[in-house]
């Protein structure tokens, strides 16, 4: 277990106090959501300030899978769920295999649905799961905290750093423990939020907006994606075998078929291409 100062934590950009939220218990709903609304409006401008560091983390994510590695996310509380959510939406969005790209939450996966935050401050904990996944040279490890300070993630990370997998922290407060701990940092300061100390806003808004950016791009540097077209994905359901049929038509200049099975059912289409080289794969 490790301590930590009461007096550090006051010092967090994301622990202040917003002003512009004052008085919150005594606003209108229409009040209240222009509030929240507004200070959402600088998260994007929060996450354009570390564009240079994404792009180099996207680098280094389609290198690794490329060479047969994986993408680990490690976070805690919020963060470790947008890490599970980001890793989830991975094999049906780019077809992939589901150990391309993981995720470790504190708490394990009963962390997803209840809270389970004392675990994140075990640093024991955090080497334990992060060696169950046996990091090496091939991968890239990324750990998400919004105060970059939390025990369980800095401790993962430093493992893999260690064992030679790249590393990179997601955070919300610069010059932070976590951002020491790995190679590269991606520090998205959206300041204070509505709800004093609430990271599942602002904070947590800005950390799903740099998993996709990395997870995107990364898929898309290696072949997953033609155009802006999700080729590879896997049509398991009406809705995604309709989207794959249109993926086609696009591609091809073919008219979408309208053509049905006497249940109502579209006919079974593929939209499918190995990556990487799926614009080789299709016409031009």
């Known amino acids: 277990m490790t301590s930590r100062k009461p007096e550090d934590l006051a010092r967090l950009g994301t622990e202040q106090a917003n002003r512009a939220a004052a008085d919150l218990d005594r606003k209108s709903a229409l009040q209240i959501v222009r509030i929240i609304n507004a200070e959402d409006a600088k998260v994007a401008r929060a996450v354009k300030r570390a564009l240079p560091q994404i792009a180099r983390a996207i680098d280094w994510t389609a290198d690794a899978l490329n060479q047969g590695g994986r993408l680990i996310y490690v976070g805690a509380g919020t963060s470790g769920r947008i890490a599970a959510l980001d890793a989830a939406e991975c094999p049906p969005t780019f077809n992939v295999d589901p150990e391309m790209v993981q995720f470790i939450i504190a708490g394990g996966a009963k962390a997803l649905g209840s809270a389970v935050e004392a675990n994140e401050d075990s640093r024991e904990l955090?080497?334990?799961?992060?060696?169950?996944?046996?990091?090496?040279?091939?991968?890239?490890?990324?750990?998400?905290?919004?105060?970059?300070?939390?025990?369980?993630?800095?401790?993962?990370?430093?493992?893999?750093?260690?064992?030679?997998?790249?590393?990179?922290?997601?955070?919300?407060?610069?010059?932070?423990?976590?951002?020491?701990?790995?190679?590269?940092?991606?520090?998205?300061?959206?300041?204070?939020?509505?709800?004093?100390?609430?990271?599942?806003?602002?904070?947590?808004?800005?950390?799903?907006?740099?998993?996709?950016?990395?997870?995107?791009?990364?898929?898309?540097?290696?072949?997953?994606?033609?155009?802006?077209?999700?080729?590879?994905v896997h049509p398991k359901n009406f809705k995604l075998t309709e989207r794959a049929l249109g993926i086609i038509s696009n591609i091809t200049g073919e008219p979408h078929s309208r053509r049905r099975h006497p249940k109502g059912r579209r006919k079974r289409s593929g939209c499918h291409c190995d990556a990487p080289g799926s614009r080789d794969s299709l016409p031009g």
């Open 126 to 232: 955090g080497e334990r799961e992060i060696a169950k996944k046996r990091p090496g040279r091939k991968d890239v490890v990324i750990g998400i905290a919004a105060s970059g300070r939390t025990p369980f993630t800095i401790a993962a990370v430093e493992y893999a750093r260690k064992r030679g997998a790249r590393t990179v922290a997601v955070t919300c407060n610069p010059k932070s423990p976590l951002e020491s701990a790995a190679e590269l940092a991606i520090v998205t300061e959206v300041g204070p939020e509505v709800v004093a100390g609430s990271s599942r806003m602002k904070a947590g808004t800005a950390q799903k907006m740099v998993l996709n950016l990395i997870s995107t791009g990364a898929m898309t540097r290696l072949g997953y994606v033609y155009g802006n077209l999700m080729v590879n």
